[in-house]
């Protein structure tokens, strides 16, 4: 069966840089894409990184030009290189991987807090 599982959240000051991976059961290339999403206290759960079996990314502007996506198809891993961070990056980060006929797959999530 399916299995996602995030690693690499904690605590950072705000400016700090954290990377996060996801590791997958299975072959992350039989997906449509792999993705990261995060949802913050009281706020909607939201796209913060998506990568296509072709190679295209998206980033939201919030966090275009500081977040990163890449993956390794050979240790079936995702990852997301998030820089600069702010208290707003502070949210339960998700790895989400899309399979064919609409079937979604997600992790049980990192915490990630950006404080001083």
């Known amino acids: 069966q399916v299995q996602l599982v995030e690693s690499g959240g904690g605590l950072v000051q705000p400016g700090g840089s954290l990377r996060l991976s996801c590791a997958a059961s299975?072959?992350?290339?039989?997906?449509?894409?792999m993705g990261w999403y995060r949802q913050a206290p009281g706020r909607q759960r939201e796209l913060v990184a998506h990568?296509?079996?072709?190679?295209?990314?998206t980033y939201p502007d919030s966090v275009k030009g500081r977040f990163t996506i890449s993956r390794d198809n050979a240790k079936n891993t995702v990852f997301l290189q998030m820089n600069s961070l702010t208290p707003d990056d502070t949210a339960v980060y998700y790895c989400n991987a899309a399979g064919g006929y609409g079937l979604m797959y997600w992790g049980k999530g990192t915490q990630v807090t950006v404080s001083s």
């Open positions: 990568i296509t079996s072709g190679g295209s990314i």
């Open positions: 299975g072959s992350i290339s039989s997906f449509n894409a």
